[in-house]
């Protein structure tokens, strides 16, 4: 039994919506930040540098500096200064899964200056997992909303073979 073009057209129709709204409920889910997320910087412990790897960004006077490679500085300097994270519990059987999961290659090192703080701290970004491990080893979620601005756009550079 075959179905006449009219079916065929409604079935891509039905079909259509759906994944329409599908898309539009994850964006509305995951534009949402989780109700455990806390914020990492605040008014009294602001961020003031950080560097990403060989890449740094710099609270000036008036503006964010950063690295010259980095096309988006203020847009990639705020999505640090406010970023929120989720604790993940301290269980030992989320910490071992964890890290059985994580490619430790692609962990990326981030060292953070925070205003009044003499000794900075060097934690663990898994940009790809949306993790950050702190100095103190504890593991911490960032929203799926938050998770793309903290990697800055890098300048394309040509290579040249002679």
């Known amino acids: 039994m075959a179905l006449s073009r009219k079916k065929w057209n409604n079935i891509i129709i039905l079909a259509s919506i759906m994944m329409?709204?599908?898309?539009?409920?994850?964006?509305?889910?995951?534009?949402?930040?989780?109700?455990?997320?806390?914020?990492?910087?605040?008014?009294?412990?602001?961020?003031v540098q950080l560097q990403l790897d060989a890449l740094w960004l710099n609270k000036g006077s008036r503006a964010w500096q950063c690295h010259p490679d980095v096309l988006n500085c203020q847009f990639w300097a705020k999505a640090w200064s406010e970023i929120h994270l989720s604790?993940?519990?301290?269980?030992?059987?989320?910490?071992?899964a964890i890290d059985e999961d994580i490619d430790k290659q692609s962990a990326q090192r981030v060292v953070i200056q925070i205003a009044d703080k003499q000794q900075p701290q060097l934690w663990?970004?898994?940009?790809?997992?949306?993790?950050?491990?702190?100095?103190?080893?504890?593991?911490?979620?960032?929203?799926?909303?938050?998770?793309?601005?903290?990697?800055?756009?890098?300048k394309?550079?040509?290579?040249?073979?002679?």
């Open 124 to 154: 663990q970004f898994y940009p790809k997992h949306g993790l950050l491990k702190s100095p103190a080893n504890n593991w911490y979620l960032i929203p799926p909303s938050q998770r793309e601005a903290l990697s800055p756009i890098i």
């Open 87 to 96: 604790a993940l519990g301290q269980g030992i059987d989320i910490l071992a």
């Open 156 to 162: 394309a550079k040509a290579v040249i073979d002679n």
């Open 20 to 47: 329409i709204s599908i898309l539009t409920l994850l964006d509305q889910k995951t534009a949402k930040l989780p109700d455990d997320a806390h914020p990492l910087f605040d008014d009294n412990s602001p961020l």
